[in-house]
């Protein structure tokens, strides 16, 4: 019987399409239909096994095809450029796997709070931020799960994330793979939208767009937009970010925005970076003094003849004075020599010549010539009985005396080692003195600037600032950050705990805030055992134990700096701080 195609069926609606989404459900009909059919089946027993293969095949063709027709419709809309963000672990408990939410606050009630505004859809309306920032969302813009318009009012919910107690409260993802580099982002401000009527999620519209223009407290012109995808969890780039700077001309004395550093902070890291080759240089001049040391000559000591071939011969001892206590001596030819005969001592030699031999000041070399025949052998000084008793008696004189001058060497190599250890300490200790110097003075004049900034106007509002502006076709959350990679001036190994006697803690995340940037470097995993940092500048950190924030202070990081292997000692957030302002104060921000 031919097969029949039916190509001409009428058009599905979406209210169909909508109630046969559940994947699942799809599956498991698929699965009792095709059992049900093979049961059915004259031959389902003798086939039994064949039969269930087929099921099973059938299943995971129509698994594998849904599941790419799914996910290929999908489209984010925002841009083609992905980044793939590190995912949360996944925490196993009874063998069951519970995946985190990929935004996770690591305290609920630190949360960044969201601010609630209404606008209605057929008007649309500009929403003015507390931060200044606005939000301009266009007419009839909305539509709910099934692709309605929207009628009536609508519930926008908006908050923003601008320094590094945000993010951290926030539980919002900061890094990001690429080509196999962690990064870690520095961020210039980011926003969290999305809406609601009734209670319900709404959606934006195909082909609108909100506007937002987020004032920004970074003026610099190195940042990105990105889009956070949270179902494929990954940071979408959308563009280069383009700032507009702040046009309100700020007070002609607002030295703060013009301030460098004082010549006592220049001063301070030019001492600090000289130190290291002042102490290469005070090894240099040890070392050479050191080695200038005379090194004693140890005598040899007599050997007493043991019958070997000899060779009585007269020694110029100037030439070798080592020889001087084998004065009567006569030559052993030694047992290395495989070319001696007894007809050596039957020649009669032109010259005999005595020199230095393989193992100086042990044995000698003496080459024998007669017309075009030369001889050479290895020969070794020995004494008769009466000749050697007298010769040992004035070799261990001699090394009595070669004794002690070796121990006298060796104290003032001891000597100059232990100064050059001193001076060297020293200078490291000058360093520890002058970063911890470095430190308080950035401090103070950090201070300085904060302080002529607020005489100036009592606010926030006249830092340098600028306005990002974002086109929003999809509600989530936005950012414009700027990708940086750990630090890499010093690294430390870490373990952590409440005191010095307590069991160590384990934490899940943590966070090092590097002052002076809006940057937060995120660990997890192995990593939070080992932690990076530039030398000079100001850090702190906050860890997260079992949903507890604990916290280690700016003055606690610079005292470890320098150190390889060190045990925190965390202090536990209190438990009155119930908001992000508290947190802010806690880390030092």
Same mark, same amino acid.
């Given at each position: 019987?031919?097969?029949?195609?039916?190509?001409?069926?009428?058009?599905?609606?979406?209210?169909?399409?909508?109630?046969?989404?559940?994947?699942?459900?799809?599956?498991?009909?698929?699965?009792?239909?095709?059992?049900?059919?093979?049961?059915?089946?004259?031959?389902? #027993?003798?086939?039994?096994?064949?039969?269930?293969?087929?099921?099973?095949?059938?299943?995971?063709?129509?698994?594998?095809?849904?599941? @790419?027709?799914?996910?290929?419709?999908?489209?984010?809309?925002?841009?083609?450029?992905?980044?793939?963000?590190?995912?949360?672990?996944?925490?196993?408990?009874?063998?069951?796997?519970?995946?985190?939410?990929?935004?996770?606050?690591?305290?609920?009630?630190?949360?960044?709070?969201?601010?609630?505004?209404?606008?209605?859809?057929?008007?649309?309306?500009? /929403?003015?931020? =507390?931060?200044?920032?606005?939000?301009?969302?266009?007419?009839?813009?909305?539509?709910?799960?099934?692709?309605?318009? /929207? /009628?009536?009012?609508?519930?926008?919910?908006?908050?923003?994330?601008?320094?590094?107690?945000?993010?951290?409260?926030?539980?919002?993802?900061?890094?990001?793979?690429?080509?196999?580099?962690?990064? =870690?982002?520095?961020?210039?401000?980011? @926003?969290?939208?999305?809406?609601?009527?009734?209670?319900?999620?709404?959606?934006?519209?195909?082909?609108?767009?909100?506007?937002?223009?987020?004032?920004?407290?970074?003026?610099?012109?190195?940042?990105?937009?990105?889009?956070?995808?949270? +179902?494929?969890?990954?940071?979408?780039?959308?563009? =280069?970010?383009? $700032?507009?700077?702040?046009?309100?001309?700020?007070?002609?004395?607002?030295?703060?925005?013009?301030?460098?550093?004082?010549?006592?902070? +220049?001063?301070?890291?030019?001492?600090?970076?000289?130190? $290291?080759?002042? +102490?290469?240089?005070?090894?240099?001049?040890?070392?050479?003094?050191?080695?200038?040391?005379?090194?004693?000559?140890?005598?040899?000591?007599?050997?007493?003849?043991?019958?070997?071939?000899?060779?009585?011969?007269?020694?110029?001892?100037?030439?070798?004075?080592?020889?001087?206590?084998?004065?009567?001596?006569? !030559?052993?030819?030694?047992?290395?020599?495989?070319?001696?005969?007894?007809?050596?001592?039957?020649?009669?030699?032109?010259?005999?010549?005595?020199?230095?031999?393989?193992?100086?000041?042990?044995?000698?070399?003496?080459? #024998?010539?007669?017309?075009?025949?030369?001889?050479?052998?290895?020969?070794?000084?020995?004494?008769?009985?009466?000749?050697?008793?007298?010769?040992?008696?004035?070799?261990?004189?001699? !090394?009595?005396?070669?004794?002690?001058?070796?121990?006298?060497?060796?104290?003032?190599?001891?000597?100059?080692?232990?100064?050059?250890?001193?001076?060297?300490?020293?200078?490291?200790?000058?360093?520890?003195? #002058?970063?911890?110097?470095?430190?308080?003075?950035?401090?103070?004049?950090?201070?300085?600037?904060?302080?002529?900034?607020?005489?100036?106007?009592?606010? #926030?509002?006249?830092?340098?600032?600028?306005?990002?502006?974002?086109?929003?076709?999809?509600?989530?959350?936005?950012?414009?950050?700027?990708?940086?990679?750990?630090?890499?001036?010093?690294?430390?190994?870490?373990?952590?705990?409440?005191?010095?006697?307590?069991?160590?803690?384990?934490?899940?995340?943590?966070?090092?805030?590097? =002052?002076?940037?809006?940057?937060?470097?995120?660990?997890?995993?192995?990593?939070?055992?080992?932690?990076?940092?530039?030398?000079?500048?100001?850090?702190?950190?906050?860890?997260?134990?079992?949903?507890?924030?604990?916290?280690?202070?700016?003055?606690? !990081?610079?005292?470890?700096?320098?150190?390889?292997?060190?045990?925190?000692?965390?202090?536990?957030?209190?438990?009155?701080?119930?908001?992000?302002?508290?947190?802010?104060?806690?880390?030092?921000?």
């Amino acid at each position: 019987m031919e097969p029949k195609f039916n190509l001409d069926r009428p058009k599905v609606s979406d209210d169909e399409i909508n109630k046969h989404k559940d994947f699942n459900n799809l599956v498991k009909q698929f699965k009792e239909q095709s059992i049900q059919k093979a049961r059915s089946d004259v031959n389902f #027993l003798k086939n039994k096994k064949a039969t269930y293969a087929t099921v099973i095949a059938g299943i995971a063709v129509i698994c594998t095809v849904t599941y @790419f027709t799914v996910f290929k419709n999908q489209n984010t809309k925002i841009a083609n450029d992905k980044t793939t963000t590190l995912k949360e672990n996944k925490v196993t408990e009874n063998k069951t796997t519970v995946k985190k939410p990929f935004v996770a606050p690591p305290a609920k009630k630190l949360n960044v709070p969201y601010s609630t505004y209404k606008v209605n859809t057929s008007k649309g309306g500009e /929403i003015a931020h =507390h931060t200044k920032s606005k939000i301009k969302v266009p007419q009839n813009a909305f539509v709910n799960k099934a692709g309605q318009d /929207i /009628i009536g009012d609508v519930e926008i919910q908006y908050r923003e994330m601008h320094d590094q107690a945000d993010i951290i409260a926030s539980g919002i993802p900061m890094t990001y793979d690429s080509a196999g580099t962690k990064y =870690h982002f520095e961020s210039a401000g980011m @926003f969290d939208i999305k809406a609601s009527q009734n209670g319900e999620q709404v959606f934006l519209k195909h082909g609108k767009q909100i506007t937002v223009d987020m004032i920004s407290r970074q003026a610099a012109d190195s940042y990105n937009q990105y889009y956070l995808d949270t +179902v494929a969890q990954n940071w979408v780039v959308i563009k =280069h970010d383009t $700032p507009i700077a702040d046009k309100r001309k700020p007070p002609e004395n607002n030295s703060a925005q013009k301030a460098q550093e004082p010549k006592q902070i +220049v001063n301070l890291e030019k001492k600090i970076e000289h130190i $290291p080759v002042q +102490v290469d240089s005070v090894k240099t001049v040890y070392t050479k003094k050191i080695n200038k040391l005379p090194a004693p000559s140890q005598p040899n000591k007599p050997a007493k003849a043991s019958g070997k071939p000899q060779f009585e011969l007269e020694v110029d001892y100037k030439e070798f004075p080592e020889l001087s206590a084998f004065k009567n001596a006569v !030559f052993e030819v030694g047992a290395e020599n495989k070319n001696y005969t007894k007809e050596l001592h039957q020649i009669t030699w032109n010259s005999a010549v005595v020199s230095e031999g393989p193992q100086k000041g042990k044995n000698y070399l003496l080459t #024998l010539k007669s017309r075009n025949r030369v001889e050479k052998l290895v020969v070794y000084p020995v004494l008769s009985e009466d000749d050697y008793e007298t010769a040992i008696a004035g070799y261990e004189k001699k !090394f009595t005396e070669y004794n002690k001058l070796v121990e006298k060497k060796e104290a003032e190599e001891l000597k100059l080692k232990q100064e050059m250890e001193a001076k060297q300490k020293a200078y490291m200790e000058e360093q520890k003195k #002058l970063s911890a110097e470095l430190v308080k003075e950035r401090i103070r004049f950090q201070q300085q600037q904060e302080a002529l900034l607020a005489s100036q106007a009592g606010s #926030l509002n006249n830092i340098q600032k600028a306005t990002r502006i974002f086109q929003v076709s999809n509600f989530g959350i936005y950012n414009s950050d700027c990708p940086k990679t750990l630090p890499t001036g010093a690294d430390i190994n870490v373990s952590y705990a409440l005191n010095e006697n307590s069991a160590l803690l384990s934490p899940r995340l943590v966070y090092v805030i590097e =002052h002076g940037k809006n940057q937060v470097y995120t660990y997890d995993g192995a990593t939070i055992y080992n932690l990076k940092y530039n030398p000079g500048t100001e850090y702190s950190l906050c860890a997260v134990v079992n949903g507890q924030l604990y916290v280690y202070s700016k003055e606690q !990081f610079s005292a470890i700096a320098g150190e390889k292997k060190k045990k925190l000692i965390l202090t536990p957030l209190p438990e009155h701080i119930s908001d992000v302002a508290d947190l802010r104060k806690a880390l030092e921000i």
